[in-house]
């Protein structure tokens, strides 16, 4: 084991080193993957330094999402304390389903789980859990909002068509756990949004309405904290009365930037959250955790239990269940995901994650003023987001990224609303700088100058 561990931290040399040297990776097509990687599996297993070579290799070819380049997606950067707290977790190897085999990494679960409940303004009847990923961290949402409005459903299953609501810029997860949860994607809802992509809350209204009218059974609305695109923020005090009205769970999905709840200049965006009945947020995104670290919590721990807990005789034999982790979980076994976000909060603070998150607005507010304050860039989205949203010039989005992405200058995607396509670029990535957001344009612009007629070409 020791001999492992010194090639890992001979490995960790080389991956930073690659991501200081060559930011962005050359891609690999994938139809010369095979070809260009020894990814092969034989009889006989490689000698130490053959595999170590190969390891190389294949850190050398591997995306740098740590890399100040790096703009693609919901998340980014490395910071040290999570990402010890997550390779003591790989190295304690503890399944988080009971006491007995976790111990204190339970006590440090749940006192992520209650910090985060306090934080929010939820009842002392609150529980949570975490999750393999924001997707399913939603469906426990939906079930558990499924079993409050039919206790039967468990066992007997559905017996009526029971509509769930969400806004048409929401993540797709909400349909496909539709799908997956019994509800149907037919009776899935979308209800439309405002200029910025908020959720209106009186179209939700009259879909309701129509709903009830037409013997339909509504029991779920899904409010957005930060949607995937331009990064907005729904009205939940406005929702929350809706769901108050007519009965409805009403849970917030901030996978993307529920990590607002830590920073007291950006909590606004979700005033009325302690109306909710559940909230998501996934660490692994704005606080900068090593994926995954999702996290669920609700104001009904009842229900939590109601609709997830199973008995087995052969895996709870010792403590209460509120210390059987297993027994509120999606899953049976499943990974220690608590202790990284946990090393990181007991590290710096409730304070630093705060200036984890104000740093991601700053770095977002530079941008939108560099682009504001030159004429070949025009902005489509807005204040208060992370996600900034632009076009350059005329050239296409799509192709210019794809470009910027073939010829290793950056990583950054597209997107669309409201029929405009643009770049998107996501200040979320925790190592970024003033000067990275700076350099970012720079790039874009040298790049476009030098293959624009390609582009424009294609």
């Not at 496909?176 to 994607?185: F, H, Q, R, S, Y």
């Amino acid at each position: 084991m020791e001999n492992d561990i010194a090639l890992f931290s001979e490995l960790c040399d080389e991956l930073l080193r690659t991501e200081r040297n060559q930011p962005v990776a050359d891609p690999i097509p994938t139809s010369q993957l095979y070809n260009q990687l020894d990814l092969s599996l034989h009889d006989e297993g490689l000698l130490d330094n053959d595999l170590k070579n190969t390891l190389k290799e294949i850190i050398k070819n591997t995306p740098k999402t740590a890399s100040k380049s790096f703009f693609n997606q919901l998340f980014g950067g490395r910071i040290g304390k999570a990402t010890l707290g997550d390779l003591l977790a790989v190295m304690l190897n503890n399944s988080m389903y009971t006491y007995k085999v976790a111990g204190p990494q339970v006590g440090i679960e749940k006192q992520v789980l209650k910090s985060i409940c306090s934080l929010i303004g939820y009842s002392d009847d609150s529980d949570g859990t975490f999750a393999p990923g924001g997707s399913m961290s939603n469906m426990m949402a939906i079930i558990m909002a499924r079993d409050a409005k039919n206790e039967l459903i468990r066992s007997a299953g559905l017996s009526t068509k029971m509509t769930l609501y969400t806004s048409a810029e929401s993540h797709y997860s909400i349909s496909k756990n539709a799908a997956l949860t019994g509800i149907g994607k037919q009776q899935v809802r979308e209800v439309k949004t405002n200029e910025k992509g908020e959720m209106l809350a009186e179209h939700l209204e009259q879909l309701i309405q129509k709903d009830i009218e037409d013997g339909y059974q509504p029991f779920f609305v899904n409010a957005t904290a930060g949607t995937t695109v331009l990064g907005a923020f729904d009205d939940i005090e406005a929702i929350s009365k809706v769901c108050e009205k007519h009965n409805l769970w009403l849970h917030v999905d901030g996978a993307y930037c529920g990590g607002v709840i830590f920073s007291s200049n950006y909590k606004h965006l979700v005033k009325g959250l302690e109306h909710s009945d559940s909230f998501s947020v996934n660490a692994h995104k704005m606080l900068g955790t090593p994926l995954s670290c999702s996290i669920i919590v609700t104001q009904h721990k009842a229900q939590l239990h109601h609709s997830f807990s199973n008995e087995a005789d052969y895996l709870y034999q010792t403590d209460g269940d509120d210390f059987n982790l297993g027994k509120i979980s999606l899953q049976c076994g499943r990974r220690n995901d608590a202790l990284k976000i946990w090393t990181l909060w007991k590290s710096v603070g409730t304070n630093g994650l705060e200036n984890i998150v104000n740093k991601q607005f700053e770095m977002a507010r530079i941008a939108r003023e560099y682009i504001n304050s030159h004429k070949d860039y025009r902005l489509y989205s807005f204040e208060d987001s992370i996600s900034v949203c632009f076009t350059y010039k005329d050239i296409p989005s799509k192709e210019l990224c794809t470009a910027l992405y073939k010829n290793s200058e950056l990583m950054v995607g597209f997107g669309k609303f409201n029929n405009n396509e643009f770049i998107r670029m996501v200040t979320i990535n925790s190592v970024l700088e003033k000067e990275d957001v700076l350099n970012f344009f720079k790039t874009l612009e040298s790049f476009a100058a030098k293959e624009m007629s390609k582009i424009n070409a294609s």
